[in-house]
């Protein structure tokens, strides 16, 4: 309810703000300036709310922190499927979706969706340790196809709403397991193959409540925080079983 | 109904982890397993990273141990002597596996040796075990004898060796008279497995003091949740101060679900004759052995695999 209330307060703020063509023809904001990981948390939607002057059709990059990740490869040895090599991918970022209101390959030709990184598979990602140009392209390519199958790389020509070629509400899904960090929202205005306005915003993501607290003492005080729990859950343990046990006698 | 793991770093749901937990108590208190091989995978499977599930595992054993080892306790089924020597022989083994494991890890091969360590051991025991177990269970007029198949023979050679060893003494608990280099070793043993696969190694243990040391099934239950406890633990603490990787809330979820689990187990256990708990145990572990072998066999569906570095 008070989010809707939030996207109606911008909305109203940005009827009453006219851009103009020759300054800034693109105002964008997202819903929410922080989210906030609690115990209940399962994903959540941030919506971009914004005025352009239209028509035209719109692009919302959304690109979470980077965040390494490591890949393998099953190899057959004898009659068996054993893993095979590991490679550390590093650079790309942890979650990267591409909003449109239309298949992007159809409203920007490949040079200005190279230039404006909005080609899913074209993500500068480094692989660790290094190898041969041809070889390291496999990898890319596997790690790619894993990020889309996992849903962390994905396009999607249905998200954005547009209300009188002027205001749009972009509705982003965040997957529960999110990476800690700076997220950045960029929106692009397009017109005949050429992007003509541009508008970068950013909201944070962080642990919150006792999710921090844990976080934080289980890095900081790590010994003292294992030897702790660690006990606590003997006790746990033994309480939970020592009880009933002493009431049936 | 979702819950957010700090160090997991993902949403789990509650009841699905309530409900591992059960299954892991019910099969502690029952035979007094650990569970560490069956808890580890279905958490993997969950999604949960790797390093996160064999290190919250071990926390939320410890804290099933405890309270099993409490039971056990109050009903005698613990031989204490017996216990601090396999305790200081896990101990050992452990450190010595650390090393070992660094060097695999170092040779790129630590994976698959783990693999090939689960289904071979696995493997052995359960086949061995299952085959004693139906035996005594369908014809109980044949005497269950040591001498009247395979792995038991393999037992009674490594009991006249251990007869052989030096520092002989009698655990009166278990009633049994051995050298305590016996127990020492064995819990070295297992103590390698800790390291190396990550489990209590109740499924080693249990194994080996029923048909090699020859002791009463209920005091080798209680005996191992006993050595388990303490090993778990050591284990908790040492992947929570060096890897950052124990999650109290995935633990606590896990512990809450095996306490359940293993009242039930352990008043069935309290029903059923040791041969029937035998072949709970025995089935249990072929199971999980032969599931791992299929794994092995059959091709992926995906050939790469991801994971995420935990913080």
């Not at chain 2, 995935?250 to 072949?279: C, H, N, Q």
């Not at chain 2, 299929?294 to 050939?303: D, G, S």
Request: with cysteine.
């Amino acid at each position: 309810m008070m989010r809707w209330l939030c996207c109606l307060l911008l909305f109203a703020g940005l009827m009453l703000q006219t851009p103009s063509w020759a300054e800034e023809p693109l105002v964008v904001v997202p819903d929410t300036g922080e989210v906030k990981i609690t115990t209940d948390f399962a994903g959540t939607e941030v919506k971009a709310v914004g005025s352009m002057r239209g028509p035209a059709d719109l692009v919302i990059k959304l690109v979470g922190p980077q965040q390494a990740a490591i890949l393998s490869r099953e190899t057959k040895l004898g009659p068996f499927w054993v893993e095979g090599e590991t490679m550390k991918m590093e650079g790309a970022p942890s979650l990267l979706f591409l909003y449109a209101t239309a298949p992007i390959a159809s409203i920007l030709p490949p040079a200005e969706q190279q230039k404006y990184g909005l080609i899913l598979e074209g993500v500068p990602v480094r692989v660790a340790p290094q190898l041969k140009a041809r070889a390291a392209d496999d990898w890319r390519k596997a790690f790619f196809r894993l990020k889309e199958r996992q849903g962390y790389y994905h396009e999607d020509d249905t998200a954005i709403r547009v209300f009188g070629n002027r205001l749009f509400i972009a509705d982003m899904q965040l997957p529960g397991d999110l990476q800690t960090g700076t997220y950045t929202v960029e929106t692009l205005v397009v017109k005949s193959g050429k992007v003509v306005g541009r508008n970068v915003a950013q909201f944070s993501v962080r642990l919150s409540g006792i999710e921090r607290w844990v976080w934080n003492a289980a890095h900081d005080h790590s010994w003292l925080f294992g030897g702790l729990f660690t006990l606590l859950a003997m006790l746990l343990g033994l309480a939970l079983n020592a009880i009933p046990y002493s009431r049936t006698r | 109904m979702e819950f957010f793991l700090p160090i997991a770093h993902m949403d789990v749901n509650i009841v699905l982890i309530l409900f591992y937990g059960a299954v892991v108590g019910f099969l502690s208190g029952l035979v007094g397993v650990g569970g560490g091989f069956l808890i580890t995978p279905l958490l993997i499977f969950t999604g949960i990273p790797p390093i996160v599930a064999v290190s919250s595992g071990s926390a939320q054993m410890a804290g099933t141990a405890a309270g099993a080892s409490f039971l056990h306790w109050r009903h005698g089924n613990i031989d204490f002597k017996m216990g601090f020597i396999l305790l200081i022989g896990s101990w050992l083994g452990g450190v010595f596996g650390v090393y070992l494991a660094k060097v695999l890890l170092r040779a790129g091969q630590f994976g698959n040796v783990v693999v090939f360590l689960y289904v071979v051991l696995l493997g052995f025991i359960g086949v061995s075990m299952l085959i004693e177990s139906l035996q005594a269970v369908f014809r109980p007029g044949t005497p269950a004898t040591p001498e009247a198949h395979a792995p038991a023979a393999s037992g009674s050679l490594l009991r006249t060796w251990i007869a052989r060893l030096p520092w002989q003494t009698s655990y009166p608990v278990s009633g049994v008279r051995m050298s305590a280099l016996g127990p020492l070793l064995l819990g070295a043993a297992v103590g390698v497995m800790t390291s190396l696969m990550g489990v209590g190694g109740g499924f080693i243990m249990v194994p080996v003091m029923i048909y090699v040391l020859k002791m009463p099934t209920k005091v080798v239950v209680g005996t191992s949740l006993f050595q388990l406890l303490f090993t778990t633990a050591a284990v908790s603490v040492m992947q929570a101060g060096i890897n950052h990787s124990v999650d109290p809330f995935l633990a606590l979820i896990l512990i809450f679900g095996s306490v359940l689990g293993t009242k039930l187990g352990a008043r069935l256990g309290a029903r059923l004759p040791a041969e029937k708990l035998r072949l709970i145990l025995a089935l249990v572990v072929v199971a999980v052995a032969a599931k791992m072998v299929v794994t092995l066999l059959i091709p992926p569906a995906h050939i790469h695999s991801m994971s995420v570095e935990v913080r």
